[in-house]
């Protein structure tokens, strides 16, 4: 709420500082009416053809034309200067409707009539030269957490949106979903990760989607994601100036334009997934002893069904089947015989591991009773998957796998782009038309002209490449380049160069892969089995975010192991 009341200060502030400055130096000390007459001349000449953003330039000449570099120096530089054409902005469609709503204003008002009020819009308004810069983080996954932990907070003021306050520790969410861990331990919240969020006054964390980005204005327009009652508006819409910004919103699962995917699968990304997972198959295994159900739908309802066969696909069958074999017998004894997990892969599964590590999968899932399926998911219905071949699938849980892609997000900034449909990024990870831009994680990928491949989605590409990113900002800062606009000679030294250190996954039953080679053509160590389970678990338990969570997990697998998983269903 602290925060909420804050931006309103600063958006009150950064108006009636624009407003004054329109009278004193807007057109070079033009009289009011004369500015009021600037304003109507920018919002028609926006309906001759021109961005919003000349709306912004011409109305508030004095928040457009200048910028503070290193050393408190004030330059004023043309309106024109912010922002490189090449990148057109992005106008949120609310803004855009305020301005079409003054521009049909405008066309039918006398000359003399008094101006609208410009579109108003809260908002966090431009850092003055006193203040320090303003750096904003889109997104709290792997990338963009990594960044914030490290990032030099005496440098900048550090600004976070995301539609979720906390990182989600992907590599362990499958087994929160049959109760081998609890949610809490696969989670972290931002304000943990990074504590200026929390305390630093220009420094906040806002639970919003990021819908458009104004690389001229140097502006990200956002939408509240949750309405509440202590908000004026729903949706809510603001809009916030940064001197640097950092594009950390990761992927989207991959759908193929599947018919039914989107409706009826629940895919496995973040916690509210693996708690509708867990409850759906709590529900199903209670559902099932109801008395009256034919033995054809009780099969159905204990049927597990995953589509795609990579890490996730295979260590989610893995600890379903563990979850089967293990609790599911002991404590649903009469419809146990029921429950059944199937895989379905159009290729091979677990395809960028070594081939004797993917036998090993194969035969050990086999073994545990998960039935892997070769086939091409058509369409799906609530109850039932039809395959390009005809086959008839019923099912009562099905968890989608099949890779991620490119968000709607992504998508619909106009951003340069890298094959695949990432947004492009050079070997600094910047993009390159936008200047004061970064993009980085499962939402980036190098640009064709780099000639290097676009990384593979991975937390730990992702990690790194937050790692690597807040290290150049302090560099930038120590250059006096912080702010918008002063980056650019600055030295960034080394381009980001990314080494793969091997992958893992565990299959159930105590056992797990792990192939350390680089890429899928080198040389190197392969193995599996009871100690890369052991491996597997080693690494993850260090490799969690906080010594709070390393606690949970390690509690939680004794937990489980001693008495077994908790399979009480909530909710
Ligand atoms: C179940 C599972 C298991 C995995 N296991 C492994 C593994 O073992 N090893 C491995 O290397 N990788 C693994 N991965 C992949 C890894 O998690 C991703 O590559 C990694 O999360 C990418 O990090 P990111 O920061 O780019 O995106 P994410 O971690 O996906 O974070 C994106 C963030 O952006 C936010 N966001 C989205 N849209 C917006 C918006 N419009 N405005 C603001 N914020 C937004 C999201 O809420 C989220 O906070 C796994 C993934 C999953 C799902």
New binding site residues.
């Given amino acids: 709420m602290a925060a909420w009341s804050r931006i309103g200060r600063c958006a009150q502030l950064s108006l009636s500082q624009s407003l004054s400055r329109i009278v004193s130096e807007g057109g070079g000390g033009a009289s009011p009416a004369e500015a009021a007459s600037a304003m109507r001349g920018a919002a028609l000449s926006r309906g001759r053809g021109h961005h919003a953003s000349s709306l912004h330039s011409l109305a508030f000449p004095g928040l457009a034309g200048r910028s503070a570099c290193a050393g408190g120096h004030l330059l004023q530089t043309p309106p024109s200067s912010r922002g490189i054409g090449t990148t057109p902005a992005m106008l949120h469609p609310a803004s855009a409707a305020a301005v079409a709503a003054e521009l049909s204003d405008a066309e039918t008002r006398e000359p003399e009539a008094a101006p609208a009020p410009p579109p108003r819009m809260p908002s966090l308004g431009p850092t003055k030269p006193a203040e320090k810069p303003r750096l904003v983080v889109?997104?709290?996954?792997?990338?963009?957490?990594r960044l914030l932990k490290d990032v030099d907070t005496s440098a900048y003021d550090v600004v976070c949106?995301?539609?979720?306050n906390h990182?989600?520790f992907?590599?362990l969410?499958?087994s929160t979903c049959v109760g081998t861990l609890e949610f809490r331990s696969v989670v972290e919240p931002v304000s943990r990760i990074q504590s200026a969020l929390a305390t630093h006054p220009g420094s906040y964390f806002f639970l919003?989607?990021?819908?458009g980005v104004d690389t001229k204005a140097h502006e990200v327009y956002?939408t509240a994601a949750a309405a509440g009652d202590g908000l004026p508006s729903d949706p809510y819409h603001f809009k916030i100036a940064y001197d640097k910004l950092v594009i950390?919103?990761?992927?989207e699962p991959l759908t193929f334009n599947i018919k039914g995917v989107k409706e009826n699968a629940i895919f496995?990304?973040e916690v509210s997934h693996a708690q509708e997972i867990r409850r759906k198959l709590l529900t199903n295994l209670m559902l099932s002893e109801n008395p009256g159900l034919s033995e054809e739908e009780k099969a159905r309802l204990l049927h597990c069904v995953v589509v795609g066969g990579g890490?996730?696909g295979v260590?989610f069958s893995g600890e379903l089947s563990d979850f089967i074999m293990r609790d599911v017998r002991e404590r649903y004894a009469h419809v146990k015989d029921h429950v059944k997990v199937t895989l379905i892969e159009a290729n091979e599964i677990l395809s960028s591991f070594d081939v004797g590590l993917r036998q090993y999968a194969t035969n050990h899932l086999s073994k545990y009773g998960v039935k892997l399926v070769r086939g091409i998911v058509k369409e799906v219905k609530p109850t039932e998957i039809t395959l390009s071949d005809g086959t008839l699938v019923p099912y009562g849980l099905l968890v989608w796998?099949t890779g991620v892609g490119p968000?709607e997000?992504v998508k619909s900034l106009d951003l340069p782009k890298s094959p695949g449909g990432r947004i492009g990024v050079d070997e600094w990870l910047r993009v390159p038309s936008a200047p004061d831009v970064f993009a980085?994680?499962?939402?980036a990928g190098f640009l064709e002209q780099t000639g290097k491949p676009v990384l593979p989605?991975?937390?730990?590409?992702?990690e790194r490449e937050?790692r690597y990113l807040a290290r150049l900002l302090g560099k930038v800062a120590a250059q006096g380049g912080s702010k918008a606009h002063c980056a650019g000679k600055a030295n960034l030294g080394e381009p980001f160069v990314y080494k793969h250190i091997g992958?893992?996954?565990s299959v159930g039953r105590y056992k797990a892969l792990v192939d350390l080679r680089e890429n899928k053509d080198a040389k190197g160590v392969s193995m599996a089995g009871f100690l890369s389970w052991v491996m597997w678990r080693s690494a993850y338990l260090t490799r969690v975010v906080s010594w709070r969570n390393r606690f949970y997990v390690a509690v939680n697998w004794a937990t489980t192991l001693v008495f077994g998983r908790d399979n009480t269903r909530i909710g």
């Fill in positions: 889109l997104g709290t996954g792997w990338a963009a957490c949106v995301s539609p979720r990182m989600v992907t590599p969410l499958a919003a989607n990021c819908t956002c950390a919103s990761g992927a496995l990304r890490p996730t260590e796998s968000s997000f980085l994680g499962d939402c989605a991975l937390a730990q590409v992702a937050g992958s893992m996954a």
